[in-house]
């Protein structure tokens, strides 16, 4: 069982920057994966920036140059540096953390999503 705590969205003019904070506790594994996802209104979740197998990280298209993902693994703590802030990235953002498992499919725990604005 993992908890997922997150922070840092709010209402920010386009061009601007916002940073998400995500702290997982519980059954916490260095060697799961962390990221974040987000959703639009009336829109399917979306991959936004994750890390996968060893340490790599994928971004979606439309965030690649302006979003960082980072992490301290310590903490059990990531974090998403969003700059360049546009309209159409107004949407709920929620940390996930995957379990992955060869024999069976992977568990994927969520956060409660965090309301992330840009206006015009």
């Known amino acids: 069982q993992v908890q997922l705590l997150e922070s840092g969205g709010g209402l920010v003019q386009a061009g601007g920057s916002l940073r998400l904070s995500c702290v997982a506790s519980g ?3 260095s060697r799961d994966y962390m990221g974040w996802y987000r959703q639009a209104p009336e829109k399917q979740r979306e991959l936004v920036a994750t890390f996968t197998a ?3 990280i994928n971004y979606a298209d439309s965030v690649k140059g ?3 993902i980072s992490k ?3 903490k059990n703590t990531v974090y998403l ?3 360049s802030l546009k309209p159409e990235d107004t949407a709920v953002y ?3 953390y995957r379990v992955p498992s060869l024999s069976y499919f992977s568990r994927d725990y969520w956060g409660q999503g965090t309301q992330v604005t840009v206006s015009s």
Request: hydrophobic content about 20%; overall charge neutral.
């Open 94 to 96: 929620y940390c996930n």
């Open 72 to 74: 301290d693994s310590a």
């Open 27 to 29: 059954s916490v594994s």
């Open 81 to 83: 540096q969003m700059n």
């Open 66 to 68: 302006r979003f960082t």
């Open 54 to 56: 060893g340490d790599r």
